[in-house]
C-alpha cells in the first residue's frame, strides 16, 4: 500500500522561505515520478512543480518558476519542494503525488496523493 504524507507547512511572512516534505512509504520511490500541486478554496488543483524518477529533470509552473526547487531523495524516499521569496498568492494547501514512471503536468494522471499541508503567506 503506498501512503504518502507530507509535513513542515505553516504560517511565513512573504519574502520568506520554507520547504516542505513528502515521504513515501510501501514502495521504493524511485518507482515514481513526483509532483507537488496546490489548491485554493473553490479552484481546482494546480500544477506547481514535478520531478523525474531519477530526481534529476525537474520542471515547474511559471508561477514559482525560479523561486521554488523541487528535489527527491530516493535513498530517503522523500521528496522536497524548497519555496523562496514567498508571496500572498502562494497561500494554498500544497499536495504531493507520485506517478508511475513518468512525470505530468496533470493532476488526473498521478495515482497516489498526499492529505495535503497548508502554507500560509499573509499579505
Known amino acids: 500500500q503506498v501512503q504518502l504524507v507530507e509535513s513542515g507547512g505553516g504560517l511565513v511572512q512573504a519574502g520568506d522561505s520554507l520547504t516542505i516534505s513528502c515521504a513515501l512509504s510501501g514502495r521504493p520511490f524511485s518507482n515514481y515520478a513526483a509532483g507537488w500541486f496546490r489548491q485554493v478554496p473553490g479552484k481546482g488543483r494546480e500544477f506547481v512543480a514535478t520531478v523525474t524518477r531519477s530526481g534529476e529533470t525537474p520542471y515547474y509552473a511559471d508561477s514559482v518558476k525560479g523561486r521554488f526547487t523541487i528535489s527527491k531523495d530516493n535513498a530517503k524516499n522523500t521528496v522536497y519542494l524548497h519555496m523562496n521569496r514567498l508571496k500572498p498568492e502562494d497561500t494554498a494547501d500544497y499536495f504531493c503525488?507520485?506517478?508511475?514512471?513518468?512525470?505530468?503536468?496533470?493532476?488526473?494522471?498521478?495515482?497516489?496523493w498526499g492529505q495535503g499541508i497548508r502554507v500560509t503567506v499573509p499579505s
Open positions: 503525488a507520485a506517478r508511475t514512471f513518468f512525470t505530468s503536468f496533470e493532476a488526473n494522471d498521478y495515482e497516489y
